[in-house]
């Protein structure tokens, strides 16, 4: 093990691989990756695989925008299949307050140059058949969005990262961050002390504690989502089908396989590190089905599994470098949408390193933020 580090990534998801990766590339020497478990073993792994622009947050849009333009390039730039369906994201409108918060995100997305148009309930059936148009009252559609596998991201960064002469180790926890005034001296570990003087916190729904090492407050808190996977749909999955949200249960569907990935958010969960998976949430699941999706109610489940949201206060995410400890930076908090912006994340924090401006600017994203009664809420969100 090496005893000397430029700069430690602690977290080995698609935040922390990407930025690895970036780094890397960018020419950083002594690059390592520290990762307590299996590389994606955290919350990346049990995504979903949702990538999309369709957001309320500007800095959210270009972010997610970016890592699309991104995610279209892996294959050919990192070598790796990530199996991306192009498909587009469809969001279902059942409430005026929603269709007038949609239409509003859509004028900005299309600021941006995202190709998101509203839609009626007539061609959101005929983009994904398997809906009830009952009770809804328009979409929001973007064909450049989709979903992909988080698994082969995590590896195909983590690869490109090792070619580029970064280091990985696995099944290696970090205990502390020693510091002398306020720099960073080391990272001690299960494997033993790690000399840096630069922290990049990717940790995903452990941040807070990592955090803490330093005395840096990073307000997230884990909190557990479910997803099932079905049989086969019979007859056949319908062509090109969307990723679908019903806005307003957050049930949402996209193919897997030949069957569905299903899931939802459940009101009645509470912050915690739990990851096994229960049934309590499948009642609210049916009734959202019932409403919006009958059909589904007569695919078995053949699997599924539960994983980590890591939540912020205003569900947006924590990205930037502290004030009060010299070369501690993070990316984490990201409330759900992590995954979909890994690749953009990657880059901003490889410029924030080197002193560099990045394409987005992130500082509304800071974590000081709370302190200063500046929340940056994201309302599309499920």
């Given at each position: 093990?090496?005893?000397?580090?430029?700069?430690?990534?602690?977290?080995?998801?698609?935040?922390?691989?990407?930025?690895?990766?970036?780094?890397?590339?960018?020419?950083?020497?002594?690059?390592?990756?520290?990762?307590?478990?299996?590389?994606?073993?955290?919350?990346t792994?049990?995504?979903?695989?949702?990538?999309?622009?369709?957001?309320?947050?500007?800095?959210?849009?270009?972010?997610?925008?970016?890592?699309?333009?991104?995610?279209?390039?892996?294959?050919?730039?990192?070598?790796?299949?990530?199996?991306?369906?192009r498909?587009?994201?469809?969001?279902?409108?059942?409430?005026?307050?929603?269709?007038?918060?949609?239409?509003?995100?859509?004028?900005?997305?299309?600021?941006?140059?995202?190709?998101?148009?509203?839609?009626?309930?007539?061609?959101?059936?005929?983009?994904?058949?398997?809906?009830?148009?009952?009770?809804?009252?328009?979409?929001?559609?973007?064909?450049?969005?989709?979903?992909?596998?988080?698994?082969?991201?995590?590896?195909?960064?983590?690869?490109?990262?090792?070619?580029?002469?970064?280091?990985?180790?696995?099944?290696?926890?970090?205990?502390?961050?020693?510091?002398?005034?306020?720099?960073?001296?080391?990272?001690?570990?299960?494997?033993?002390?790690?000399?840096?003087?630069?922290?990049?916190?990717?940790?995903?729904?452990?941040?807070r504690?990592?955090?803490?090492?330093?005395?840096v407050?990073?307000?997230?808190?884990?909190?557990?989502?479910?997803?099932?996977?079905?049989?086969?749909?019979?007859?056949?999955?319908?062509?090109?089908?969307?990723?679908?949200?019903?806005?307003?249960?957050?049930?949402?569907?996209?193919?897997?396989?030949?069957?569905?990935?299903?899931?939802?958010?459940?009101?009645?969960?509470?912050?915690?590190?739990?990851?096994?998976?229960?049934?309590r949430?499948?009642?609210?699941?049916?009734?959202?089905?019932?409403?919006?999706?009958?059909?589904?109610?007569?695919?078995?489940?053949?699997g599924?599994?539960a994983?980590l949201?890591?939540?912020?206060?205003?569900?947006?995410?924590?990205?930037?470098?502290?004030t009060?400890?010299?070369?501690?930076?993070?990316?984490?908090?990201?409330?759900?949408?992590?995954?979909?912006q890994?690749?953009?994340?990657?880059?901003?924090?490889?410029?924030?390193?080197?002193?560099?401006?990045?394409?987005?600017?992130?500082?509304p994203?800071?974590?000081?933020?709370?302190?200063?009664?500046?929340?940056?809420?994201?309302?599309?969100?499920?």
């Amino acid at each position: 093990m090496n005893t000397y580090a430029s700069v430690v990534v602690i977290g080995g998801g698609v935040m922390g691989t990407s930025i690895a990766y970036h780094l890397a590339a960018a020419g950083v020497p002594d690059v390592l990756l520290v990762e307590r478990d299996e590389l994606g073993a955290g919350s990346t792994s049990r995504a979903a695989g949702g990538v999309r622009a369709q957001f309320s947050d500007e800095v959210n849009i270009q972010l997610g925008a970016r890592s699309l333009a991104l995610f279209g390039r892996f294959q050919e730039e990192i070598g790796t299949d990530i199996g991306l369906h192009r498909v587009g994201y469809l969001f279902l409108l059942s409430t005026p307050e929603e269709v007038a918060s949609f239409e509003a995100s859509v004028r900005l997305q299309n600021d941006l140059d995202v190709p998101s148009r509203m839609i009626s309930p007539d061609e959101a059936r005929r983009l994904s058949p398997l809906i009830s148009t009952e009770g809804l009252l328009a979409a929001a559609f973007s064909p450049d969005d989709g979903h992909c596998t988080p698994e082969a991201v995590v590896h195909g960064y983590a690869g490109a990262a090792r070619r580029y002469g970064a280091h990985i180790l696995r099944h290696t926890a970090v205990t502390g961050i020693e510091t002398r005034g306020d720099a960073i001296t080391a990272v001690t570990t299960t494997l033993g002390r790690i000399t840096t003087n630069t922290v990049i916190c990717a940790a995903g729904a452990w941040s807070r504690s990592v955090g803490a090492m330093v005395g840096v407050d990073l307000p997230v808190q884990p909190l557990r989502r479910q997803i099932a996977v079905t049989e086969a749909v019979p007859g056949g999955l319908p062509p090109g089908l969307p990723m679908t949200i019903d806005f307003n249960s957050t049930l949402y569907f996209h193919a897997e396989g030949p069957g569905l990935l299903v899931g939802m958010s459940d009101p009645d969960e509470r912050p915690g590190f739990a990851t096994d998976p229960h049934d309590r949430w499948i009642p609210r699941l049916a009734a959202a089905m019932q409403r919006r999706a009958p059909s589904l109610l007569d695919l078995r489940r053949t699997g599924g599994w539960a994983g980590l949201y890591e939540v912020t206060p205003d569900h947006n995410a924590l990205i930037g470098e502290a004030t009060s400890v010299s070369r501690f930076l993070y990316a984490t908090g990201f409330s759900g949408h992590g995954f979909l912006q890994g690749p953009a994340v990657g880059e901003v924090v490889r410029d924030l390193y080197l002193g560099r401006v990045p394409f987005v600017d992130v500082t509304p994203l800071g974590a000081g933020r709370f302190e200063a009664d500046a929340p940056r809420p994201e309302v599309n969100r499920v």
